[in-house]
Each structure stands twice: as C-alpha cells, then as structure tokens.
C-alpha cells in the first residue's frame, strides 16, 4: 500500500498489478492528489476503485464532474459482456451473474466515456459504472468490491489481483502464525521484555496471546480501568485473560482519575484526546513500575493495530483525512524509547478472529462486539459524568443481554446504546416526567467500513424498549438508529 503520489522512478520493484483506491476528494479540484501518469505506461493491470476510476477517466480526457445525485450505500449493477471485444474485457466479472449486489460511496461522476474504453457494467444512477479499455488491461469501476455488501467483491478483486495480474495465492492463516511468532522472537531478542495495553477486545486479547505463546511471561499486559468501560467489565476480562489464557496482566483502577478530567467536557475530539493522554500517562506509570519490578529492561510496546487503521493513517499530505484520531498510545514511544511491535498489522477483523480461535481463546471474547478506546465517554453525547455513564452502562447491558437471549449477538457486528443529551417528556406513574432519551444502534458488517442497520422484529423492540424505561432510573424514552454507513459511523460520536 502506497501513497497515491508515489513516484514510479523511486520503486525498486516492479508490480505485477495497480489497484487505485478510492479517496475523499474530486479529481477536479484544485488541489486533489494525482497518480504518478507512469503508472498508465507501466504495462500491467490497472483497477481503479472509485475515486481511481474517476482518475482514470480525469488521466484520459478530464471528464469527470459533480453529479446531480450523491449516491451512498446499495446499488444493483448490471454486467455488460462484450465477446465481440478482446478477451481481457469480460475478466473482471468473469465466472459472475450478470446482476450483482454492490456499495457505493460518490458524488461525482463519469459526463462520458473516455475514448477507446467500452462500459462493462451500470446502474440506474452510473451509467460508467464499470469500464474497460479496449486494447490494454486498464479498468475502472464506480462501487466498491472492498467492502462486504458488496457480495461478490472479493471474486472481482480475485479476477483481478490472480485472472489479470497472475499472482499466487499462498498466503493462509497458519503459515502465518508460524512466521509471526519466529517474527516476534527475532525481533525481541531472547531476553527482551514487552508491555501492552489489553481492553478485553478481540484485537488486544489475540494480540496478547500471540505474545504470550511467542515470548512467555516476557510480556506484561496492562488493563487500565478509565471509568468508561461496559458493565463489570474488568472482572470478566481479568478473568478470562489470566485463568483462561495465562497471560501476565495487571489491571490498574484509574477510573477517578479519567472522569475528573472529563467533567464539563461536551466536545467529542476532545473527550477522545483526554482519554488518549490520560491513558498514556496511567499506562507509562505502570509500565515503569512493570520495568523496575522486572528488572530488566523493557524495549518494546505491543498494539493491536489492524490493516484498517493503517490504511487511514496513510494519506499523500499525511493523516489528515483520518475519519477520527485513534486511541493509540503512541506518546509512549518517545518518552520511553519504546519500539512498536504490532503483528496485527497486515490483517482485518475477520482474519484476527480466524487467529483467535486457532490460538485458543474462548469463542464469547472471539466474536465480541469491538468496543472504542474512548469507551461509553464517546456514548454519552455532552458532558460524562458518573451518573451519565451509569445509565448509558445500564442500557447498555439490558441491549446486549437480550440480543444475547434472542441468539443474535453473532449475526449482528456491533450494537450499543448511547444515551442522548436531550429531555423527553413521559407519562410514568400517572406522573408527568422530564427524563432522558437512549439511542439503540446496531449494525452488520465485516469489515466495519460500511455497515448496515440490523433490522430487528418489532417483538423484540418493544421488550428492549420496555425493559429500558422500566429498568434504568432517568429514562423515558427509547429510539433505534436506521441510518447506513456511510454516511452514518458506527459510533455516534
Ligand atoms: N470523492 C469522490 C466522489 O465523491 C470519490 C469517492 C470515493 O472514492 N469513495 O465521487
């Protein structure tokens, strides 16, 4: 993965393949970032996704411009083959049905075809929504095959990345594992210490674990308890991280320390960076203690980065259209010279819950709902105070608990309530009150980078609903979120 404004002259190597990806700007504006043109003379497969498709077209006639209608989410797309062309046309959708369920995410458009290129699919609203050039392996296409509702992305990118770019396909789960852990050792030498933050969540836990079989007790987890984590939380993952996985954890209650800083704080971005700093200044001080009562010297600092937050991280003028700033607790490194070990890195949600349960760890933390550093903080909309999380907290679990009960915790990817900074009127004892609003939101994905609402029966609804009012004391009313991403994100804050 590169930098779109990577120059061809300065890679030592040669791609058997380019896939453009997609990108908030319009090719047209003054100050959007260009491919380097070499890349249209290389004489390998090109796929551009998108914003990619619409550099294509802007790299061959400049036709590209705001369409009337912003399209966002679902879309059917029609397949159009040519068997009068060259054969390499038709590969893309090759060996799939000619209607096929995709996303899209765009608000510009092709105003026409670039010349010698022939139109390989459409949609009521993209009439380019796939297209082909006619003598060289150059193709475009307006939705996105990356993303899981679109249900025959992954054959398209293969059609592409192994049909038109003849790459191997020789990366499986296990070689991984093997090559990961002999990684780790390398790295760390055989006596090296590392520490890390554990959250209870899938990524730190498997992370850890893999730690854990790679170095031993050498490394040292750290859960801090900010005050904002779900309802008894540290217990149970205290628990399962040190009966059932073995891991050397220390678990830290700073969770006064976190809600003081937060009083009278409403902004979001600044709730995420008092969490961030306070973070970093709790687990520094652990880790130091960790370093002194070890006795040796401790290098390095695990994170359970994934391949998502390193492909918002890379941008051509640096992150700066990163969605929001990530709870990492990367001050670290410099203050206490600390090298950054992160194994996840290359892989998404799915394929670290494929490692976890190939590691051992129980199928209840393997399939968790993933849970933001910033905690119920970014689920309480306006100031966190105790009482605020309390509610949010209790809301919360009653959720959960009957998504549980319904059997469909698995089905669903993410689901919380936040609690609204707003007031309600309701009837409640004969008794006119003035109480607070829970939003419910719930989402499918696999990826988390687009998400659809989870469309629960209304039996069900109406017994979250009821328990909720009737069980957490300040509550009046209950609404259930019913927007996509995008544009809608998972988390409301
Ligand atoms: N910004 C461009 C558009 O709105 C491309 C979007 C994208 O790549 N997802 O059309």
């Given at each position: 993965m590169l930098p779109c404004t990577q120059k061809l002259s300065q890679l030592s190597w040669k791609p058997k393949g380019v896939i453009l990806s997609g990108g908030p700007y319009s090719v047209y504006d003054a100050d959007a970032p260009h491919v380097d043109p070499a890349v249209f003379e290389l004489d390998v497969p090109v796929l551009g996704v998108c914003y990619g498709l619409q550099e294509i077209a802007w790299n061959h006639g400049k036709n590209v411009s705001a369409g009337e209608r912003k399209e966002y989410g679902h879309a059917v797309l029609n397949v159009t083959r040519h068997t009068d062309a060259a054969p390499h046309v038709d590969v893309l959708f090759s060996g799939l049905d000619a209607s096929l369920e995709v996303w899209m995410s765009h608000g510009d458009k092709l105003a026409s075809l670039p010349p010698n290129f022939v139109t390989i699919a459409t949609t009521a609203n993209a009439p380019f929504a796939g297209i082909a050039h006619k003598d060289r392996k150059l193709y475009g296409i307006q939705f996105h095959p990356e993303v899981t509702h679109t249900a025959k992305g992954k054959a398209i990118i293969e059609n592409f990345a192994v049909k038109l770019c003849q790459c191997r396909q020789n990366w499986t789960m296990e070689r991984f594992v093997d090559t990961e852990i002999e990684r780790i050792r390398a790295v760390v030498g055989p006596t090296g210490q590392v520490i890390g933050a554990v959250s209870g969540g899938v990524d730190s836990t498997v992370a850890a674990k893999l730690m854990k079989e790679a170095i031993g007790d050498r490394f040292h987890a750290i859960l801090v308890d900010n005050g904002v984590m779900r309802l008894n939380e540290c217990e149970i993952v205290h628990e399962t991280l040190t009966k059932g996985l073995n891991i050397n954890l220390t678990v830290v209650d700073a969770s006064e320390e976190f809600l003081g800083k937060l009083k009278g704080v409403t902004d979001p971005e600044v709730k995420r960076k008092i969490i961030g700093n306070t973070f970093i200044e709790v687990f520094q001080r652990e880790a130091e203690r960790v370093v002194k009562e070890s006795g040796g010297a401790v290098d390095f600092l695990l994170q359970g980065t994934l391949y998502p937050d390193v492909i918002e991280s890379i941008s051509f003028k640096g992150p700066s259209a990163t969605i929001k700033t990530h709870h990492n607790v990367g001050g670290l490194l410099e203050n206490m010279k600390l090298k950054l070990i992160e194994p996840l890195r290359e892989l998404?949600?799915?394929?670290?819950?494929?490692?976890?349960?190939?590691?051992?760890?129980?199928?209840?933390?393997?399939?968790?709902?993933?849970?933001?550093?910033?905690?119920?903080?970014?689920?309480?909309?306006?100031?966190?105070?105790?009482?605020?999380?309390?509610?949010?907290?209790?809301?919360?679990?009653?959720?959960?608990?009957?998504?549980?009960?319904?059997?469909?915790?698995?089905?669903?990817?993410?689901?919380?309530?936040?609690?609204?900074?707003?007031?309600?009127?309701?009837?409640?004892?004969?008794?006119?009150?003035?109480?607070?609003?829970?939003?419910?939101?719930?989402?499918?994905?696999?990826?988390?980078?687009?998400?659809?609402?989870?469309?629960?029966?209304?039996?069900?609804?109406?017994?979250?609903?009821?328990?909720?009012?009737?069980?957490?004391?300040?509550?009046?009313?209950?609404?259930?979120?019913?927007?996509?991403?995008?544009?809608?994100?998972?988390?409301?804050?």
């Amino acid at each position: 993965m590169l930098p779109c404004t990577q120059k061809l002259s300065q890679l030592s190597w040669k791609p058997k393949g380019v896939i453009l990806s997609g990108g908030p700007y319009s090719v047209y504006d003054a100050d959007a970032p260009h491919v380097d043109p070499a890349v249209f003379e290389l004489d390998v497969p090109v796929l551009g996704v998108c914003y990619g498709l619409q550099e294509i077209a802007w790299n061959h006639g400049k036709n590209v411009s705001a369409g009337e209608r912003k399209e966002y989410g679902h879309a059917v797309l029609n397949v159009t083959r040519h068997t009068d062309a060259a054969p390499h046309v038709d590969v893309l959708f090759s060996g799939l049905d000619a209607s096929l369920e995709v996303w899209m995410s765009h608000g510009d458009k092709l105003a026409s075809l670039p010349p010698n290129f022939v139109t390989i699919a459409t949609t009521a609203n993209a009439p380019f929504a796939g297209i082909a050039h006619k003598d060289r392996k150059l193709y475009g296409i307006q939705f996105h095959p990356e993303v899981t509702h679109t249900a025959k992305g992954k054959a398209i990118i293969e059609n592409f990345a192994v049909k038109l770019c003849q790459c191997r396909q020789n990366w499986t789960m296990e070689r991984f594992v093997d090559t990961e852990i002999e990684r780790i050792r390398a790295v760390v030498g055989p006596t090296g210490q590392v520490i890390g933050a554990v959250s209870g969540g899938v990524d730190s836990t498997v992370a850890a674990k893999l730690m854990k079989e790679a170095i031993g007790d050498r490394f040292h987890a750290i859960l801090v308890d900010n005050g904002v984590m779900r309802l008894n939380e540290c217990e149970i993952v205290h628990e399962t991280l040190t009966k059932g996985l073995n891991i050397n954890l220390t678990v830290v209650d700073a969770s006064e320390e976190f809600l003081g800083k937060l009083k009278g704080v409403t902004d979001p971005e600044v709730k995420r960076k008092i969490i961030g700093n306070t973070f970093i200044e709790v687990f520094q001080r652990e880790a130091e203690r960790v370093v002194k009562e070890s006795g040796g010297a401790v290098d390095f600092l695990l994170q359970g980065t994934l391949y998502p937050d390193v492909i918002e991280s890379i941008s051509f003028k640096g992150p700066s259209a990163t969605i929001k700033t990530h709870h990492n607790v990367g001050g670290l490194l410099e203050n206490m010279k600390l090298k950054l070990i992160e194994p996840l890195r290359e892989l998404f949600k799915d394929e670290v819950r494929v490692l976890g349960t190939n590691l051992g760890i129980p199928e209840d933390l393997v399939w968790r709902h993933p849970f933001p550093g910033p905690g119920i903080a970014i689920r309480v909309i306006g100031e966190v105070t105790p009482e605020q999380v309390a509610i949010a907290r209790k809301a919360d679990h009653i959720f959960i608990e009957e998504i549980k009960a319904a059997g469909l915790y698995r089905e669903i990817s993410q689901a919380y309530a936040a609690l609204l900074p707003v007031k309600a009127v309701g009837v409640m004892g004969d008794k006119r009150v003035h109480d607070q609003v829970i939003a419910l939101r719930a989402v499918q994905t696999t990826d988390y980078m687009t998400a659809d609402w989870y469309d629960f029966d209304g039996k069900f609804m109406r017994k979250v609903a009821g328990r909720i009012v009737n069980e957490v004391d300040g509550v009046c009313r209950v609404l259930y979120d019913v927007t996509q991403k995008p544009p809608g994100t998972i988390e409301f804050q």
